[in-house]
Nanobody, 119 residues
Framework: QVQLVESGGGLVQAGGSLILSCATS????????VGWYRQAPGKQREYVAH???????RYANSAKGRRNISRDNSKNTVYLQMTNLKPEDTGDYYC?????????????WGQGTQVTVSS
């Protein structure tokens, strides 16, 4: 059974940084892609970034340069480092995992962690 538990969200001022964590169980990083999505208030969820099973990372264009996704195989944990946060980055951030190791992961979802960026 796959479980994804996010943490690290909170209130931060514009220009600040946060590191989101996702503790996983039932996920094998050697086989499964893992990633992050964001849902802004009143909007649909949108892709942020993911790591393929081989370790390659991919980002949405809007995330390039301000987001860094990484994973710690020994801790079964995925991270999303966010810098230069802006009020429009406010939203719920979801950790995801996929049955495959390649594409944007959408098969499994965590409950989300809320990020609020104040101006």
């Amino acid at each position: 059974q796959v479980q994804l538990v996010e943490s690290g969200g909170g209130l931060v001022q514009a220009g600040g940084s946060l590191i989101l964590s996702c503790a996983t169980s039932g996920v094998d990083f050697r086989l499964n892609a893992v990633g992050w999505y964001r849902q802004a208030p009143g909007k649909q969820r949108e892709y942020v970034a993911h790591i393929r099973s081989g370790g390659a990372t991919r980002y949405a264009n809007s995330a390039k340069g301000r987001r860094n996704i990484s994973r710690d195989n020994s801790k079964n944990t995925v991270y999303l480092q966010m810098t230069n946060l802006k009020p429009e980055d406010t939203g719920d951030y979801y950790c995801t995992a996929d049955k495959t190791g390649w594409g944007r992961p959408t098969d499994y979802w965590g409950q989300g962690t809320q990020v609020t960026v104040s101006s």
